[in-house]
């Protein structure tokens, strides 16, 4: 069966929606764990390689008679450039104004403004960072904030004004939605207010049938 990767953006809830549809039938299933602060984190194939600023996985096949979910922040086209057989789903950015600033201030609260849930996760996200500057890791503790850790790897010290600035600079961002080719587009609206719309659109393109109630209080 071919990959199936989960396009989306930090804060769209990609890995709570990956553990879920890995709870399908017609998926292998993930491993996962979700953490106090809300956050899902889910252990694929690449082990979040695709995740990663600049993946640089090491080749694997999917499995042979179930989809295999692979969470990933824009690199679908990358990974058709690389593996054999890949099909997709994107998370769309909200287009509601309310909801879209839902979305960023869960990346700031989920993301930015806590530690990594583990010595694993922390020690992979400082190697990631260290990948285009290794000079910043002599400075780092390991009770920083993934904020701190995003700072010092640009070589800006991470002081009280530092992190608000760049927090600020997030809310204010607009971000633009991703152009690359997707099989399924889903609008976070969707998810949100309307997951019935969502789990007729899996299994009409993929013949995935959602199971248990995680679609339905998605926000």
Not at 111 to 125: A, D, H, I, K, Q
Not at 150 to 162: F, V, Y
């Amino acid at each position: 069966m071919p990959f199936l990767f989960v396009d989306y953006d930090q804060g769209a809830g990609g890995e709570r929606f990956c553990a879920g549809l890995g709870e399908s039938s017609e998926c292998e299933k993930l491993i996962f764990k979700k953490y106090e602060n809300g956050r899902t984190k889910v252990h694929d194939v690449f082990a979040q390689e695709f995740l990663k600023e600049t993946p640089n996985p090491v080749f694997k096949k999917s499995h042979p008679g179930l989809h295999t979910i692979v969470p990933t922040h824009r690199h679908t086209d990358l990974a058709r450039s690389m593996l054999e057989d890949v099909q997709s789903i994107r998370i769309q950015l909200p287009q509601d104004p309310e909801l879209y600033k839902q979305l960023i201030e869960q990346r700031i609260k989920k993301v930015l403004l806590t530690r990594e849930p583990s010595p694993e996760y922390f020690f992979g996200m400082v190697k990631s960072l260290s990948e285009t500057n290794q000079d910043f890791v002599k400075k780092v503790k390991y009770n920083m904030l993934t904020v701190e850790l995003m700072l010092l790897s640009q070589n800006i010290d991470p002081t009280p004004d530092a992190v608000e600035q760049y927090i600020n600079q997030v809310r204010t961002t607009r971000y633009v939605e991703s152009d690359q080719l997707y099989d399924l587009i889903i609008p976070y609206e969707h998810l949100v207010y309307e997951p019935d719309q969502v789990r007729k659109a899996l299994y009409d393109k993929f013949e995935i049938t959602v199971v248990g109630d995680w679609l339905s209080s998605y926000a």
